[in-house]
């Protein structure tokens, strides 16, 4: 696997990360990204790992999840903690694996102003 596709996949999962419901109506899928093969089961478990995680989770802590009737699973780590424009931030490693395929890269997320968090621009 070349540097641009694990580039790619993971310019996809940032896309695909940001659909954290209120934006799930704007993800783009694409066919060999883990998350594209997520059940709604699947999304749902990663979704509330992935609040869960951002919220509560300690710097360096792995939070593993997974389905056991789609065998899809994945894990999050907090990487740092930081302050954007006045708002927490957090810096997240982010691995999926579902339909045989992995993936996984770094993204920044920002709590907004409803309490959600947001993919940071």
Not at 94 to 116: E, H, M, P, R, V
Request: net charge positive; with cysteine; glycine share 8%.
């Amino acid at each position: 696997m070349t540097l641009n596709s694990h580039w790619g996949r993971g310019l996809l999962l940032l896309v695909l990360v940001a659909a954290v419901p209120a934006l799930a109506q704007n993800v783009l899928f694409m066919k060999d990204a883990p998350y594209a093969h997520f059940t709604e089961e699947d999304h749902a478990i990663f979704n509330e790992t992935l609040n869960d995680t951002l919220s509560n989770g300690a710097e360096g802590e792995t939070r593993k999840w997974s389905n056991p009737k789609t065998r899809a699973s994945g894990e999050m780590t907090p990487l740092k903690s930081f302050e954007r424009a006045g708002r927490p931030c957090r810096s997240l490693s982010i691995k999926n694996k579902a339909k045989g395929l992995t993936g996984s890269a770094k993204y920044n997320f920002c709590k907004q102003d409803t309490g959600k968090w947001a993919l940071a621009n």
